[in-house]
Protein backbone atom coordinates (compact mmCIF):
# COMPACT_ATOMS: atom_id res chain seq x y z
CA UNK A 1 0.00 0.00 0.00
CA UNK A 2 1.28 3.51 -0.97
CA UNK A 3 2.42 6.08 1.57
CA UNK A 4 -0.44 8.38 0.52
CA UNK A 5 -2.82 5.40 1.31
CA UNK A 6 -1.41 4.97 4.63
CA UNK A 7 -1.95 8.53 5.63
CA UNK A 8 -5.52 8.79 4.47
CA UNK A 9 -6.13 5.20 6.82
CA UNK A 10 -4.89 6.78 9.98
CA UNK A 11 -8.04 8.81 10.03
CA UNK A 12 -10.16 5.87 10.05
CA UNK A 13 -8.65 4.10 12.83
CA UNK A 14 -11.62 3.26 15.79
CA UNK A 15 -12.24 5.58 18.24
CA UNK A 16 -11.41 9.09 16.27
CA UNK A 17 -15.10 9.32 15.62
CA UNK A 18 -14.68 10.31 11.99
CA UNK A 19 -15.61 7.82 9.47
CA UNK A 20 -18.94 8.61 10.31
CA UNK A 21 -18.16 12.27 9.08
CA UNK A 22 -16.02 11.06 6.15
CA UNK A 23 -19.49 8.91 5.32
CA UNK A 24 -22.00 11.83 6.04
CA UNK A 25 -19.90 14.13 3.49
CA UNK A 26 -19.80 11.50 1.02
CA UNK A 27 -23.16 11.22 0.96
CA UNK A 28 -23.93 14.53 0.90
CA UNK A 29 -21.70 15.28 -2.10
CA UNK A 30 -23.93 12.49 -3.96
CA UNK A 31 -27.14 14.42 -2.92
CA UNK A 32 -25.60 17.21 -4.22
CA UNK A 33 -25.03 15.78 -7.78
CA UNK A 34 -28.06 13.57 -7.92
CA UNK A 35 -30.09 17.36 -7.41
CA UNK A 36 -27.70 18.47 -9.85
CA UNK A 37 -28.72 15.92 -12.72
CA UNK A 38 -32.51 16.30 -11.58
CA UNK A 39 -32.29 20.02 -11.77
CA UNK A 40 -30.88 19.93 -15.25
CA UNK A 41 -32.42 17.18 -16.72
CA UNK A 42 -31.48 15.12 -19.77
CA UNK A 43 -30.65 17.99 -21.95
CA UNK A 44 -27.41 18.78 -20.31
CA UNK A 45 -26.32 15.59 -20.15
CA UNK A 46 -27.03 15.34 -24.51
CA UNK A 47 -25.04 18.18 -24.72
CA UNK A 48 -22.00 16.84 -22.97
CA UNK A 49 -22.35 13.44 -25.09
CA UNK A 50 -22.20 15.84 -28.58
CA UNK A 51 -19.89 17.98 -27.19
CA UNK A 52 -17.32 15.22 -26.26
CA UNK A 53 -18.17 11.97 -28.95
CA UNK A 54 -15.53 9.57 -27.66
CA UNK A 55 -16.45 5.77 -27.85
CA UNK A 56 -18.00 3.83 -25.05
CA UNK A 57 -14.80 2.36 -23.70
CA UNK A 58 -13.51 5.74 -23.55
CA UNK A 59 -16.35 7.16 -22.19
CA UNK A 60 -16.25 4.72 -19.86
CA UNK A 61 -13.02 4.98 -18.56
CA UNK A 62 -13.33 9.06 -18.74
CA UNK A 63 -15.85 8.18 -16.28
CA UNK A 64 -14.16 6.13 -13.88
CA UNK A 65 -11.01 8.65 -13.63
CA UNK A 66 -13.11 11.62 -12.90
CA UNK A 67 -14.93 9.52 -9.97
CA UNK A 68 -11.44 7.85 -8.75
CA UNK A 69 -9.90 11.68 -8.57
CA UNK A 70 -12.25 13.51 -7.23
CA UNK A 71 -12.94 11.29 -4.73
CA UNK A 72 -9.15 11.61 -4.27
CA UNK A 73 -9.31 15.26 -4.43
CA UNK A 74 -12.65 15.23 -1.78
CA UNK A 75 -10.99 12.74 0.56
CA UNK A 76 -7.67 15.07 0.89
CA UNK A 77 -9.55 18.37 1.38
CA UNK A 78 -11.07 16.72 4.44
CA UNK A 79 -7.96 15.56 5.89
CA UNK A 80 -5.53 19.09 4.79
CA UNK A 81 -8.85 20.71 6.68
CA UNK A 82 -8.72 18.47 9.54
CA UNK A 83 -4.38 19.14 9.74
CA UNK A 84 -5.32 22.57 9.37
CA UNK A 85 -7.66 23.32 12.70
CA UNK A 86 -5.63 20.58 14.36
CA UNK A 87 -2.51 22.95 14.24
CA UNK A 88 -4.47 26.41 14.60
CA UNK A 89 -5.33 25.13 17.93
CA UNK A 90 -2.27 23.62 19.09
CA UNK A 91 0.61 25.15 17.26
CA UNK A 92 3.67 23.77 19.40
CA UNK A 93 2.42 20.29 18.95
CA UNK A 94 4.81 18.40 16.35
CA UNK A 95 3.09 15.21 15.78
CA UNK A 96 0.68 14.25 12.97
CA UNK A 97 -3.08 15.69 13.69
CA UNK A 98 -4.55 12.28 13.19
CA UNK A 99 -2.11 11.25 16.21
CA UNK A 100 -3.31 14.24 18.10
CA UNK A 101 -6.52 14.10 17.72
CA UNK A 102 -7.03 10.20 18.12
CA UNK A 103 -4.79 10.45 21.43
CA UNK A 104 -7.27 13.47 22.59
CA UNK A 105 -10.66 11.51 21.80
CA UNK A 106 -9.37 8.27 23.39
CA UNK A 107 -7.71 10.44 26.93
CA UNK A 108 -10.87 12.22 27.23
CA UNK A 109 -13.18 8.85 27.59
CA UNK A 110 -10.43 7.39 30.15
CA UNK A 111 -11.40 6.82 33.60
CA UNK A 112 -11.49 9.60 36.40
CA UNK A 113 -8.66 9.27 38.84
CA UNK A 114 -7.71 11.22 41.58
CA UNK A 115 -3.97 11.28 42.53
CA UNK A 116 -3.28 12.57 46.40
CA UNK A 117 0.16 13.70 47.45
CA UNK A 118 2.84 16.49 46.90
CA UNK A 119 6.99 16.64 46.26
CA UNK A 120 8.40 15.08 43.65
CA UNK A 121 6.52 12.07 43.97
CA UNK A 122 2.97 13.52 42.79
CA UNK A 123 4.35 15.45 39.91
CA UNK A 124 6.23 12.15 38.82
CA UNK A 125 2.71 10.10 38.64
CA UNK A 126 1.10 12.65 36.60
CA UNK A 127 3.77 13.21 34.31
CA UNK A 128 3.15 9.40 33.27
CA UNK A 129 -1.07 9.51 33.78
CA UNK A 130 -1.38 11.84 31.49
CA UNK A 131 -0.78 9.74 28.58
CA UNK A 132 -3.18 7.39 29.69
CA UNK A 133 -6.25 9.61 30.27
CA UNK A 134 -7.18 13.58 30.65
CA UNK A 135 -9.13 13.14 33.33
CA UNK A 136 -7.42 13.33 36.25
CA UNK A 137 -7.42 15.64 39.58
CA UNK A 138 -4.40 15.96 41.66
CA UNK A 139 -5.05 16.91 45.07
CA UNK A 140 -1.55 18.44 46.42
CA UNK A 141 -0.64 18.89 50.18
CA UNK A 142 0.03 22.58 50.78
CA UNK A 143 2.37 22.60 54.09
CA UNK A 144 5.48 23.59 53.28
CA UNK A 145 7.28 26.53 54.95
CA UNK A 146 10.88 25.64 53.06
CA UNK A 147 12.66 27.10 50.23
CA UNK A 148 10.70 29.85 47.98
CA UNK A 149 7.39 28.38 49.04
CA UNK A 150 8.34 29.47 52.30
CA UNK A 151 9.54 32.87 51.88
CA UNK A 152 6.37 33.98 49.85
CA UNK A 153 4.22 31.82 52.19
CA UNK A 154 5.57 34.46 55.00
CA UNK A 155 6.02 37.65 53.11
CA UNK A 156 2.44 37.87 51.11
CA UNK A 157 0.89 35.61 52.89
CA UNK A 158 0.14 33.33 50.16
CA UNK A 159 -0.49 29.26 50.13
CA UNK A 160 2.86 27.22 49.60
CA UNK A 161 2.94 27.16 45.40
CA UNK A 162 5.90 25.15 44.98
CA UNK A 163 3.76 21.10 44.95
CA UNK A 164 1.49 23.02 43.29
CA UNK A 165 3.40 24.65 40.38
CA UNK A 166 5.17 21.17 39.81
CA UNK A 167 2.02 19.22 39.45
CA UNK A 168 0.75 22.00 37.13
CA UNK A 169 3.93 21.16 34.68
CA UNK A 170 3.59 17.73 35.15
CA UNK A 171 0.26 18.18 33.15
CA UNK A 172 1.43 20.19 30.64
CA UNK A 173 1.39 19.65 27.14
CA UNK A 174 4.39 21.18 26.55
CA UNK A 175 5.98 20.17 29.75
CA UNK A 176 9.50 19.97 28.54
CA UNK A 177 10.04 23.63 27.26
CA UNK A 178 7.71 25.04 29.97
CA UNK A 179 9.86 23.68 33.07
CA UNK A 180 12.67 25.40 31.55
CA UNK A 181 10.93 28.76 32.12
CA UNK A 182 8.94 28.04 35.13
CA UNK A 183 11.80 26.01 37.38
CA UNK A 184 14.01 29.14 36.75
CA UNK A 185 15.44 30.65 39.94
CA UNK A 186 15.74 34.70 40.03
CA UNK A 187 19.36 36.13 40.47
CA UNK A 188 18.25 39.42 42.20
CA UNK A 189 18.37 41.53 44.79
CA UNK A 190 17.85 39.31 48.39
CA UNK A 191 13.90 40.12 48.28
CA UNK A 192 13.49 37.94 44.89
CA UNK A 193 16.92 35.79 44.50
CA UNK A 194 16.17 32.59 44.48
CA UNK A 195 12.21 32.75 43.81
CA UNK A 196 10.87 30.40 41.23
CA UNK A 197 9.70 31.84 38.39
CA UNK A 198 6.42 29.54 38.45
CA UNK A 199 5.80 30.87 42.45
CA UNK A 200 5.88 34.15 41.59
CA UNK A 201 3.26 34.10 38.70
CA UNK A 202 1.14 31.97 41.05
CA UNK A 203 1.67 34.58 43.75
CA UNK A 204 0.85 37.12 41.20
CA UNK A 205 -2.01 35.39 39.95
CA UNK A 206 -3.39 35.20 43.20
CA UNK A 207 -3.54 38.64 43.48
CA UNK A 208 -4.90 39.08 40.22
CA UNK A 209 -7.93 36.88 40.63
CA UNK A 210 -8.65 37.07 44.39
CA UNK A 211 -7.99 33.38 45.78
CA UNK A 212 -5.65 30.54 45.41
CA UNK A 213 -7.71 28.12 43.51
CA UNK A 214 -8.62 30.90 40.73
CA UNK A 215 -4.69 31.19 40.60
CA UNK A 216 -4.13 27.89 39.91
CA UNK A 217 -7.30 27.50 37.49
CA UNK A 218 -5.68 30.57 35.46
CA UNK A 219 -2.00 28.88 35.61
CA UNK A 220 -3.85 25.41 34.39
CA UNK A 221 -5.93 27.23 31.55
CA UNK A 222 -2.41 28.98 30.17
CA UNK A 223 -0.57 25.55 29.96
CA UNK A 224 -3.46 23.89 28.48
CA UNK A 225 -3.38 20.94 31.66
CA UNK A 226 -4.52 17.69 31.26
CA UNK A 227 -6.93 17.29 33.66
CA UNK A 228 -6.73 19.67 36.85
CA UNK A 229 -4.82 20.56 40.05
CA UNK A 230 -6.57 21.32 43.41
CA UNK A 231 -4.89 22.29 46.74
CA UNK A 232 -6.00 19.46 49.65
CA UNK A 233 -7.26 22.87 51.49
CA UNK A 234 -7.50 26.56 50.83
CA UNK A 235 -6.63 27.13 55.21
CA UNK A 236 -3.13 28.28 56.23
CA UNK A 237 -2.24 25.79 58.44
CA UNK A 238 1.05 24.48 59.32
CA UNK A 239 2.54 20.95 60.25
CA UNK A 240 3.26 19.56 63.79
CA UNK A 241 5.13 16.55 64.70
CA UNK A 242 5.23 14.66 68.16
CA UNK A 243 8.65 13.53 67.94
CA UNK A 244 9.48 10.45 69.91
CA UNK A 245 10.58 11.97 73.23
CA UNK A 246 7.41 13.45 73.53
CA UNK A 247 9.14 17.35 71.76
CA UNK A 248 6.51 19.30 69.11
CA UNK A 249 8.17 20.57 66.35
CA UNK A 250 6.00 23.16 64.23
CA UNK A 251 6.55 23.81 60.33
CA UNK A 252 7.93 21.13 57.60
CA UNK A 253 11.04 22.48 57.36
CA UNK A 254 12.21 21.78 61.34
CA UNK A 255 10.40 18.63 60.84
CA UNK A 256 12.62 17.56 58.34
CA UNK A 257 15.70 18.89 59.53
CA UNK A 258 15.00 17.05 63.08
CA UNK A 259 16.61 13.57 63.55
CA UNK A 260 14.85 12.48 66.15
CA UNK A 261 12.07 9.72 65.10
CA UNK A 262 8.42 10.93 64.15
CA UNK A 263 5.88 9.33 66.24
CA UNK A 264 2.67 11.32 65.80
CA UNK A 265 1.56 13.90 62.93
CA UNK A 266 -1.07 16.86 63.16
CA UNK A 267 -1.82 20.07 62.07
CA UNK A 268 -2.22 23.47 63.16
CA UNK A 269 -4.81 24.82 63.64
CA UNK A 270 -6.26 20.96 64.96
CA UNK A 271 -9.40 21.67 62.50
CA UNK A 272 -8.67 22.15 59.05
CA UNK A 273 -11.83 22.58 56.46
CA UNK A 274 -10.89 20.75 52.84
CA UNK A 275 -11.64 22.12 49.39
CA UNK A 276 -14.72 21.40 48.78
CA UNK A 277 -14.04 20.33 44.93
CA UNK A 278 -11.57 17.52 46.42
CA UNK A 279 -14.14 15.78 48.46
CA UNK A 280 -16.35 16.23 45.31
CA UNK A 281 -13.62 14.58 42.99
CA UNK A 282 -13.01 11.66 45.60
CA UNK A 283 -16.77 10.69 45.42
CA UNK A 284 -17.04 10.34 41.82
CA UNK A 285 -13.53 9.00 41.10
CA UNK A 286 -12.84 5.29 39.46
CA UNK A 287 -9.48 5.21 41.36
CA UNK A 288 -8.02 6.68 43.98
CA UNK A 289 -4.25 6.68 43.72
CA UNK A 290 -1.92 7.11 47.65
CA UNK A 291 1.93 7.61 46.89
CA UNK A 292 4.46 7.95 46.08
CA UNK A 293 5.69 10.47 48.15
CA UNK A 294 7.41 11.37 51.36
CA UNK A 295 5.19 9.58 53.97
CA UNK A 296 4.83 12.54 56.79
CA UNK A 297 5.35 15.24 54.67
CA UNK A 298 3.63 14.72 51.78
CA UNK A 299 0.70 12.17 51.94
CA UNK A 300 -0.27 12.37 55.86
CA UNK A 301 -0.69 16.07 55.99
CA UNK A 302 -3.64 15.45 53.31
CA UNK A 303 -4.95 12.99 55.76
CA UNK A 304 -5.16 14.91 58.22
CA UNK A 305 -7.57 17.74 56.78
CA UNK A 306 -11.19 16.91 58.29
CA UNK A 307 -12.59 14.57 56.06
CA UNK A 308 -10.16 13.68 53.37
CA UNK A 309 -9.60 10.31 54.53
CA UNK A 310 -13.15 9.44 55.56
CA UNK A 311 -14.05 10.39 51.99
CA UNK A 312 -11.82 8.12 50.66
CA UNK A 313 -12.47 5.11 52.86
CA UNK A 314 -15.70 5.42 51.66
CA UNK A 315 -15.46 6.48 47.88
CA UNK A 316 -16.83 3.63 46.03
CA UNK A 317 -13.27 3.98 43.65
CA UNK A 318 -10.61 1.13 43.26
CA UNK A 319 -8.21 1.67 45.46
CA UNK A 320 -3.91 1.38 44.66
CA UNK A 321 -1.12 2.15 47.32
CA UNK A 322 1.99 3.35 45.62
CA UNK A 323 4.92 2.83 47.46
CA UNK A 324 7.78 4.52 47.89
CA UNK A 325 11.67 3.43 46.48
CA UNK A 326 14.10 4.91 49.06
CA UNK A 327 13.78 5.83 52.77
CA UNK A 328 14.27 9.50 53.66
CA UNK A 329 16.89 10.70 56.00
CA UNK A 330 15.25 12.79 59.45
CA UNK A 331 11.53 10.90 58.15
CA UNK A 332 11.75 7.50 57.55
CA UNK A 333 15.21 6.02 58.62
CA UNK A 334 15.36 2.71 58.50
CA UNK A 335 11.26 2.26 57.90
CA UNK A 336 10.64 -1.23 55.97
CA UNK A 337 7.59 -1.27 53.80
CA UNK A 338 5.84 -2.70 56.46
CA UNK A 339 6.49 0.10 58.88
CA UNK A 340 5.25 2.79 55.98
CA UNK A 341 1.86 0.98 55.59
CA UNK A 342 1.37 0.49 59.81
CA UNK A 343 2.22 3.80 60.34
CA UNK A 344 -0.49 4.88 57.53
CA UNK A 345 -2.85 2.95 59.06
CA UNK A 346 -2.90 5.41 61.52
CA UNK A 347 -4.23 8.33 59.70
CA UNK A 348 -6.24 6.30 56.70
CA UNK A 349 -7.55 2.60 57.05
CA UNK A 350 -5.88 0.80 54.68
CA UNK A 351 -8.30 -2.27 54.10
CA UNK A 352 -10.37 -0.05 52.21
CA UNK A 353 -7.47 -0.39 49.32
CA UNK A 354 -7.85 -2.70 46.81
CA UNK A 355 -4.03 -2.88 45.54
CA UNK A 356 -0.16 -1.82 46.92
CA UNK A 357 2.39 -1.39 43.83
CA UNK A 358 5.85 -2.31 44.82
CA UNK A 359 9.02 -1.39 42.97
CA UNK A 360 10.68 -5.21 42.09
CA UNK A 361 14.44 -3.64 40.71
CA UNK A 362 16.76 -2.26 42.54
CA UNK A 363 19.33 0.63 42.10
CA UNK A 364 22.42 -0.01 40.57
CA UNK A 365 25.52 -0.11 42.53
CA UNK A 366 27.02 3.28 42.24
CA UNK A 367 23.22 4.74 43.27
CA UNK A 368 23.48 2.91 46.33
CA UNK A 369 26.67 4.03 47.37
CA UNK A 370 25.64 7.71 46.93
CA UNK A 371 22.74 7.18 48.47
CA UNK A 372 24.55 5.96 51.33
CA UNK A 373 26.21 9.60 51.94
CA UNK A 374 22.87 10.78 52.63
CA UNK A 375 21.75 8.09 55.04
CA UNK A 376 19.26 6.89 52.88
CA UNK A 377 18.52 3.57 51.30
CA UNK A 378 16.12 1.25 49.55
CA UNK A 379 12.89 0.34 51.25
CA UNK A 380 13.11 -3.27 52.10
CA UNK A 381 10.16 -5.03 51.13
CA UNK A 382 9.40 -7.30 54.05
CA UNK A 383 5.66 -7.73 52.74
CA UNK A 384 3.81 -10.99 52.75
CA UNK A 385 0.85 -12.30 50.98
CA UNK A 386 -1.91 -12.72 52.56
CA UNK A 387 -1.26 -9.35 54.59
CA UNK A 388 -3.42 -8.00 57.78
CA UNK A 389 -4.72 -4.94 55.10
CA UNK A 390 -5.64 -7.38 52.70
CA UNK A 391 -4.04 -5.44 49.95
CA UNK A 392 -3.20 -7.45 46.48
CA UNK A 393 0.53 -6.93 45.95
CA UNK A 394 1.78 -5.90 42.51
CA UNK A 395 5.41 -6.30 42.13
CA UNK A 396 7.13 -4.75 38.70
CA UNK A 397 9.97 -2.46 37.58
CA UNK A 398 9.09 0.84 38.31
CA UNK A 399 12.61 1.83 38.66
CA UNK A 400 13.89 5.41 37.00
CA UNK A 401 16.16 8.19 37.40
CA UNK A 402 15.53 11.82 37.20
CA UNK A 403 17.32 14.88 37.76
CA UNK A 404 16.67 16.48 40.94
CA UNK A 405 18.28 20.03 42.55
CA UNK A 406 21.00 19.43 39.86
CA UNK A 407 21.86 15.52 40.18
CA UNK A 408 21.11 12.44 39.10
CA UNK A 409 18.22 11.04 41.80
CA UNK A 410 16.48 7.41 42.12
CA UNK A 411 12.78 8.11 41.08
CA UNK A 412 10.03 6.11 39.40
CA UNK A 413 9.80 6.20 36.10
CA UNK A 414 6.89 7.93 35.20
CA UNK A 415 5.94 5.75 31.75
CA UNK A 416 6.95 2.32 33.65
CA UNK A 417 4.39 3.57 36.38
CA UNK A 418 1.50 4.63 34.22
CA UNK A 419 1.34 1.79 32.12
CA UNK A 420 1.53 -0.58 35.39
CA UNK A 421 -1.35 1.17 36.83
CA UNK A 422 -3.37 0.73 33.59
CA UNK A 423 -2.16 -2.53 33.86
CA UNK A 424 -3.45 -3.58 36.94
CA UNK A 425 -6.30 -1.75 37.76
CA UNK A 426 -9.87 -2.36 36.71
CA UNK A 427 -10.72 1.48 36.40
CA UNK A 428 -8.71 1.45 33.10
CA UNK A 429 -9.56 -2.09 31.91
CA UNK A 430 -13.07 -1.60 32.28
CA UNK A 431 -13.52 2.05 30.46
CA UNK A 432 -10.61 0.40 27.04
CA UNK A 433 -13.95 -2.09 26.87
CA UNK A 434 -16.52 -0.12 26.87
CA UNK A 435 -14.24 2.88 24.80
CA UNK A 436 -14.08 -0.27 22.54
CA UNK A 437 -18.14 -1.14 22.87
CA UNK A 438 -18.75 1.85 21.87
CA UNK A 439 -16.37 2.41 18.31
CA UNK A 440 -18.35 -0.76 17.38
CA UNK A 441 -21.38 0.28 17.62
Known amino acids: MRPSSNRLLRWLVPGLRIKRWVA ?35 RYLLMCGMIVFG ?8 VQL ?14 KPSALIYRRRILDRGPKVVAVGGGSGLSTLLRGLKQMTSNITAVVTVMDDGGSSGRLREQIDILPPGDVRNCILALAEDEEQLSEYFQYRLVAPAE ?36 RVLPATLDNAQLAATMEDGAVIVGESRIVADSRRISRMALKPSHVRPYELVLEAI ?6 LLGPGSLFTSLIPNLLISGVAEAIEKAGAEKLLI ?11 SLTHNDHLRTLNEYIRLSRFDHLLINSVP ?27 GLEMIREDLLGTAKWAGKETVKHDPEKLARVIAKSTQAFTQHRLSGSARTTR
Open 71 to 78: IAGFSLSL
Open 283 to 288: GEADLI
Open 363 to 389: PSAEFLMRYRHEAAEPVLDDLVTPNEY
Open 192 to 227: LAGHALGNLLLAGLEQATGSFDRAIEAMSSFLNIRG
Open 323 to 333: ANLMTQHGETD
Open 82 to 95: VRSVAKALTPRVTE
Open 24 to 58: LAFISMGLVVLAALYAFGVNVARMLYQAFPLEPLA
